[in-house]
């Protein structure tokens, strides 16, 4: 089946922290990768994709690369902000397929 | 100009209420859903519609209605509500089916009592 499996939170951070958030993933075929982003009291916004092994999307500092070796697709930033606090959701949608799969969640709190 | 919107923003209802979401997108898109996030913040399909077509209909009790009076358009109706349909509500869309990125809705916040 499709799933995908992403790090517990919560996961507070001090400003400019490294962040990582990792993120694995089940599908059949060739999904597509997506990162999330709701914050607070707001709907969800498309942080970055990917839709083939091997790319890495970014967006505002974050990256995430599309492994295929090792089905994952990890959220990484190299100096976060308080302004990152937010939940963090990782998600596939597999070919032909008319619905994303997301992970759990993780919540990030930055402290200033 | 807002791309996915949603009314009501919040709803606090009685159980055993009918009650409505409306969601509207002015994207052009030709796909819509609904997605419930529980208090976990775990996010779920419900349902998808692609040019006023039923696509995806997951395992939800058939108290929850959708409904596409066009590609605009996918309102959510829900019949005798229970406390475990509290929740949050989330609209989206796409522009076609299969692999796009998906445009989301601020989220209804529903509260039953």
């Known amino acids: 089946g499709n799933s995908v499996t992403q790090m517990e939170g919560p996961v507070t951070l001090s400003e400019e922290a490294f962040l990582t958030i990792n993120c694995t993933y089940t599908?059949?075929?060739?999904?597509?990768l997506f990162w999330y982003v709701q914050y607070p009291g707001e709907g969800l916004q498309l942080l970055l994709k990917?839709?083939?092994?091997?790319d890495k999307g970014s967006n505002k500092g974050f990256e995430a690369t599309y492994r295929k070796e090792t089905t994952s697709f990890h959220l990484e930033k190299g100096s976060v902000q308080v302004s990152d606090s937010a939940v963090y959701f990782c998600?596939?949608?597999?070919?032909?397929?008319?619905?994303?799969?997301f992970g759990t969640g993780t919540r990030l709190t930055v402290i200033p | 100009d807002t791309a996915v919107s949603q009314t009501p923003k919040y709803l606090v209802t009685q159980m055993g209420n009918d009650k409505s979401i409306k969601c509207e997108q002015n994207?052009?898109?030709?796909?819509m859903y609904w997605y419930k996030q529980d208090s976990k913040k775990f996010l779920k399909i419900m349902f998808s519609?692609?040019?006023?077509?039923?696509?995806i209909n997951e395992t939800v009790p058939n108290r929850f209605s959708p409904k596409s009076p066009d590609k605009a358009h996918l309102n959510l109706h829900i019949n005798s509500l229970e406390l475990g349909d509290s929740a949050v509500y989330f609209c989206?869309?796409?522009?076609?089916?299969?692999?796009?990125?998906?445009?989301f809705g601020p989220g209804t916040r529903l509260l039953v009592l």
């Open positions: 519609y692609n040019n006023k077509e039923l696509i």
């Open positions: 990917a839709t083939k092994a091997d």
């Open positions: 994207l052009g898109h030709d796909t």
């Open positions: 599908a059949t075929g060739y999904p597509s």
């Open positions: 989206a869309s796409s522009q076609n089916r299969g692999q796009e990125t998906q445009y």
């Open positions: 998600a596939l949608s597999r070919t032909g397929a008319n619905n994303l799969f």
